[in-house]
């Protein structure tokens, strides 16, 4: 289990041995055995440590490889940062950070991928681990998949890529007419209304080789996500808390309406099935959502 040997010699008299384990556990076993046999063969010659009662000094020890999560340990991780009511109590660099340390392995989230066997261009939404604080979701985007645009209500949204590339267009969150806004309040199932022109302000590829992540809230702006290549991409979405509304925004008719979500369980248990929102209903002709 040892990966290779450097020699040091960081100044006269003195050399350094650097040994390199894949392991932990390689690194204990080295500790048992050859480490101890090095001991007996070089003493004398071995500098010694004051501090550990004059035993050699093979105290520094560290690691080469980067902090990294499992999607079990990332879920674990959002599952006590990720809490509150809005975005406002996130601390989002935090949370941005440790889901770039996921680095995504086929053999973890190849179970929650799925298709639509009827509409080979609809996205779908797999959910991995949803509570009361967030939902941690695997979008599925076909070659050609394109989302409509919407907004998150009070959520903060992360994206991460997870396999193939995909484009997110954010554009600033448009005016809104004040009777939509009203009926937003009063009758959201049935609010619909205008807004103003749709100004896109960003464009960020998504890729595992490249940028992997992005975040959106609804003051940052509202979003679209769109598979631009012939290849299946898959992307982890987080939403906390757990999206229960959203407004719809068509680019071609300046409308706007709200799109509501079912009560979702307060599981503490990772689970299989779809989040709150009805994909069949949320998804419109032509219109699908992210």
């Excluded at 204990?28 to 004059?54: M, R, T, Y």
């Excluded at 396999?163 to 969150?173: D, F, L, P, R, S």
């Amino acid at each position: 289990s040892v990966t290779d040997v450097r020699v040091c010699h960081p100044c006269c008299g003195e050399v350094v041995f650097i040994i390199t384990f894949v392991s932990q556990d390689g690194l204990d076993k080295f500790k048992a055995g050859p480490q101890k046999c090095f001991e007996s063969k070089l003493v004398g010659l071995l500098a010694l440590d004051p501090s550990n009662a004059g035993a050699p000094a093979w105290s520094t020890s560290g690691t080469l490889m980067p902090s990294c999560h499992t999607l079990e340990s990332l879920v674990d991780y959002l599952k006590v940062n990720v809490r509150g009511h809005d975005h406002t109590a996130h601390d989002v660099r935090a949370v941005s950070k440790e889901m770039e340390k996921w680095f995504p392995r086929e053999s973890e989230y190849q179970k929650h991928i799925t298709l639509c066997p009827d509409n080979p261009k609809q996205y779908t939404r797999n959910l991995i681990y949803g509570n009361e604080n967030f939902d941690c979701i695997l979008m599925c985007w076909p070659a050609g998949a394109v989302s409509s645009i919407h907004d998150h209500e009070e959520s903060s949204c992360w994206v991460v890529a997870v396999e193939g590339t995909v484009h997110e267009v954010q554009y600033a969150m448009p005016m809104l007419d004040k009777k939509f806004l009203q009926a937003e309040k009063t009758d959201p199932a049935n609010a619909v209304g205008t807004c103003g022109k749709l100004k896109i302000v960003n464009v960020a590829e998504l890729d595992t080789g490249g940028v992997t992540g992005t975040y959106a809230n609804n003051e940052i702006g509202i979003h679209r996500v769109e598979n631009r290549t012939d290849k299946l991409a898959c992307t982890l979405h987080v939403y906390a808390p757990p999206l229960k509304k959203m407004r719809i925004f068509n680019e071609q008719t300046g409308k706007v309406h709200v799109h509501l979500a079912a009560a979702s369980a307060n599981d503490e248990e990772p689970c299989s099935h779809n989040p709150a929102f009805d994909v069949d209903a949320w998804n419109e002709t032509n219109h699908v959502l992210a």
